[in-house]
């Protein structure tokens, strides 16, 4: 079928011009070249994971780009269907598994918005706090994996001490480094361990400290990093709205989007904080969005654990859960975009449909769209202007 398509592609009159040789499979140029077709993995050391681009190429530049999914798929949403409904909190740790919180909050949030269930204001105060640390935990690495798909090697050694450090957190918190299970029906697993407030600001002012030089002055101004990434990806806010994309790679379209502003959920409704945006829409501008977007993340933190309530951190659910028959939907700004689960109860206590809207599947739409017309080179910097994550995009 892509063969076909690709053929009919070529065939096309409107798109024989963007390359002035491409009207046919086998028209060759003055040079007696014509167009080359690769495959850019799965299995390629700067993919974003187990990822294919079918890619057609016109010398360095790229014409078509279909990108081939499902290498990482695992049926999440059919395994969800078959387990009770605190059992499937663990499967959504596997799907972001660098943002891991933000998939637990919004099944969570889907349930609660079934049951109709109060949680605690102890435990929604948690749930922001562990829900900005874990943001700082994926955009701080995504910022040094950028830096490192355009050859530079000092960022993502800063990025992954930071990454450290939070897992450090996480790990006393939660009792694991990465699949976290931590977010309950109702609440939260625990309450913080004793002192742990004071072990987050400490954090949190050493990071301050550290960010501006090590991610910010590093790079910022760097002539290479400016010519690898300005106008490149380049994008307005109309496509943007029209792929659907949510996240940094919306907002550094100037699109004015974010779903603890938008749509309030926990206790985003209780601190300050700014919507970040950029007008340029190119991989620069994501960056930039990305760094101010951490800086506000470290705001909303200081802001909770200075209002931090005392009490609970777990409702009375009962002990086992059997929603009335329903629907429920959770939404939730993850560190990629928006992050949805719509399940529908038959009354039973498994959930009757589970299905997941993750960020970074939909944000791939834009590889098609956008990637035609750069250079092969410049691939890299725009999977960095996405950052998808393939446990998402294959769920």
Same mark, same amino acid.
């Given at each position: 079928?892509?063969?076909?398509?690709?053929?009919?592609?070529?065939?096309?009159?409107?798109?024989?011009?963007?390359?002035?040789?491409?009207?046919?499979?086998?028209?060759?140029? =003055?040079?007696?070249?014509?167009? +080359?077709?690769?495959?850019?993995?799965?299995?390629?050391?700067?993919?974003?994971? +187990?990822?294919?681009?079918?890619?057609?190429?016109?010398?360095?530049?790229?014409?078509?780009?279909?990108?081939?999914?499902?290498?990482?798929?695992?049926?999440?949403?059919?395994?969800? &269907?078959?387990?009770?409904?605190?059992?499937?909190?663990?499967?959504?740790?596997?799907?972001?598994?660098?943002?891991?919180?933000?998939?637990?909050?919004?099944?969570?949030?889907?349930?609660?918005? +079934?049951?109709?269930?109060?949680?605690?204001?102890?435990?929604?105060?948690?749930?922001?706090?562990?829900?900005?640390?874990?943001?700082?935990?994926?955009?701080?690495?995504?910022?040094?994996?950028?830096?490192?798909?355009?050859?530079?090697?000092?960022?993502?050694?800063?990025?992954?001490?930071?990454?450290?450090?939070?897992?450090?957190?996480?790990?006393?918190?939660?009792?694991?480094?990465?699949?976290?299970?931590?977010?309950?029906? !109702?609440?939260?697993?625990?309450?913080?361990?004793?002192?742990?407030? =004071?072990?987050?600001?400490?954090?949190?002012?050493?990071?301050?400290?550290?960010?501006?030089?090590?991610?910010?002055?590093?790079?910022?101004?760097? &002539?290479?990093?400016?010519?690898?990434?300005?106008?490149?990806?380049?994008?307005?806010?109309?496509?943007?709205? &029209?792929?659907?994309?949510?996240?940094?790679?919306?907002?550094?379209?100037?699109?004015?989007?974010?779903?603890?502003?938008?749509?309030?959920?926990?206790?985003?409704?209780?601190?300050?904080?700014?919507?970040?945006?950029?007008?340029?829409?190119?991989? &620069?501008?994501?960056?930039?969005?990305?760094?101010?977007?951490?800086?506000?993340?470290?705001?909303?933190?200081?802001?909770?654990?200075?209002?931090?309530?005392?009490?609970?951190?777990?409702?009375?659910?009962?002990?086992?859960?059997?929603?009335? =028959? !329903? =629907?429920?939907?959770?939404?939730?700004?993850?560190?990629?975009?928006?992050?949805?689960?719509?399940?529908?109860?038959?009354?039973?206590?498994?959930?009757?449909?589970?299905?997941?809207?993750?960020?970074?599947?939909?944000?791939?739409?834009?590889?098609?769209?956008?990637?035609?017309?750069?250079?092969?080179?410049?691939?890299?910097?725009?999977?960095?202007?996405?950052?998808?994550?393939?446990?998402?995009?294959?769920?």
């Amino acid at each position: 079928m892509l063969d076909k398509e690709r053929i009919d592609h070529q065939l096309e009159p409107s798109l024989s011009g963007k390359t002035g040789r491409l009207s046919g499979p086998d028209v060759r140029d =003055e040079f007696g070249l014509e167009a +080359l077709d690769m495959n850019m993995g799965p299995q390629h050391p700067a993919m974003h994971g +187990l990822l294919r681009l079918i890619l057609e190429l016109d010398g360095e530049t790229v014409v078509r780009c279909d990108p081939v999914m499902g290498y990482l798929h695992r049926c999440q949403e059919k395994i969800a &269907e078959n387990r009770m409904y605190p059992a499937v909190i663990p499967l959504t740790d596997r799907l972001d598994y660098l943002a891991n919180i933000h998939n637990e909050h919004g099944y969570v949030l889907a349930v609660e918005d +079934l049951l109709e269930a109060e949680i605690p204001p102890r435990a929604e105060a948690i749930r922001v706090l562990m829900s900005e640390l874990m943001r700082l935990a994926s955009h701080i690495p995504s910022i040094g994996f950028l830096m490192l798909e355009l050859g530079a090697f000092t960022p993502i050694l800063y990025a992954f001490r930071e990454r450290e450090r939070l897992q450090n957190i996480f790990e006393e918190i939660t009792g694991v480094r990465m699949m976290y299970h931590y977010f309950r029906i !109702g609440g939260v697993k625990a309450d913080l361990p004793p002192g742990m407030p =004071e072990k987050i600001w400490e954090f949190i002012e050493g990071l301050e400290e550290r960010f501006q030089p090590d991610l910010v002055d590093l790079i910022q101004g760097n &002539e290479i990093f400016i010519g690898r990434t300005r106008n490149v990806g380049k994008m307005t806010p109309e496509q943007a709205l &029209e792929m659907g994309l949510t996240g940094p790679p919306l907002r550094c379209t100037g699109v004015d989007f974010d779903v603890r502003r938008d749509y309030p959920y926990g206790w985003y409704d209780r601190v300050d904080f700014d919507v970040v945006t950029d007008e340029a829409g190119d991989v &620069e501008a994501s960056y930039r969005v990305r760094i101010a977007e951490c800086m506000q993340s470290i705001r909303i933190i200081k802001q909770v654990l200075q209002m931090l309530p005392e009490g609970e951190v777990m409702a009375d659910m009962g002990r086992r859960i059997r929603p009335a =028959e !329903g =629907e429920g939907f959770g939404r939730v700004e993850g560190a990629r975009g928006e992050f949805a689960v719509h399940i529908v109860s038959d009354g039973s206590d498994r959930p009757y449909r589970v299905h997941y809207r993750d960020p970074s599947f939909v944000n791939m739409q834009l590889l098609q769209e956008i990637v035609p017309g750069h250079y092969l080179p410049d691939i890299m910097p725009i999977m960095g202007l996405i950052d998808p994550v393939s446990g998402g995009w294959d769920k």
